[in-house]
């Protein structure tokens, strides 16, 4: 999977990869600190990548998620989303919030996560 840099003007830092190695900034909307990043893989082959951050026993939130051009249209992404859910209820989270979510997949995404929550426009 390429990426195409996406350079902060405040830090000159790549965006992408401050979000994927949680790297820690004094600015406050520059400040990844604590994001987990999710992978799933077939046969050692990236096919979707999510990125997590957990605030409390309670919510969590799903900045960013990504699936191959190759993999698109297998239902990869629901198996990714899947597992995270599993994965936050044996840890007591109640919500997973999607802020970023396009409004013309949002039906499609939220019917089949009873636990997502929007944020509003």
Same mark, same amino acid.
């Given at each position: 999977?390429r990426?195409?840099?996406?350079?902060? =003007?405040? %830090?000159? +830092?790549? /965006?992408?990869?401050?979000?994927?190695?949680? +790297?820690?900034?004094?600015?406050? *909307?520059?400040?990844?600190?604590?994001?987990?990043?999710? =992978?799933?893989?077939?046969?050692?082959?990236?096919?979707?990548?999510?990125?997590?951050?957990?605030?409390?026993? +309670?919510?969590?939130?799903?900045?960013?998620?990504?699936? %191959?051009? +190759?993999?698109?249209r297998? @239902?990869?992404? *629901?198996?990714?989303?899947?597992?995270?859910?599993?994965?936050?209820v044996?840890? @007591?989270?109640?919500k997973?919030?999607?802020?970023?979510?396009?409004?013309?997949?949002?039906?499609?995404?939220?019917?089949? /996560?009873?636990?997502?929550?929007?944020?509003?426009?």
């Open positions: 999977m990426v195409e840099p996406s350079e902060s =003007v405040e %830090t000159g +830092r790549d /965006f992408v990869e401050d979000v994927i190695f949680s +790297r820690v900034s004094k600015l406050k *909307r520059l400040n990844f600190g604590g994001f987990y990043t999710m =992978v799933l893989e077939e046969n050692e082959d990236l096919v979707s990548v999510a990125t997590l951050r957990v605030y409390d026993n +309670r919510v969590a939130e799903m900045p960013l998620v990504a699936t %191959t051009f +190759r993999h698109r297998r @239902g990869m992404c *629901r198996v990714l989303v899947d597992e995270l859910e599993n994965n936050l044996k840890l @007591g989270v109640e997973l919030v999607l802020p970023s979510l396009l409004p013309q997949l949002r039906h499609g995404i939220t019917s089949g /996560f009873p636990a997502c929550q929007m944020m509003k426009e």
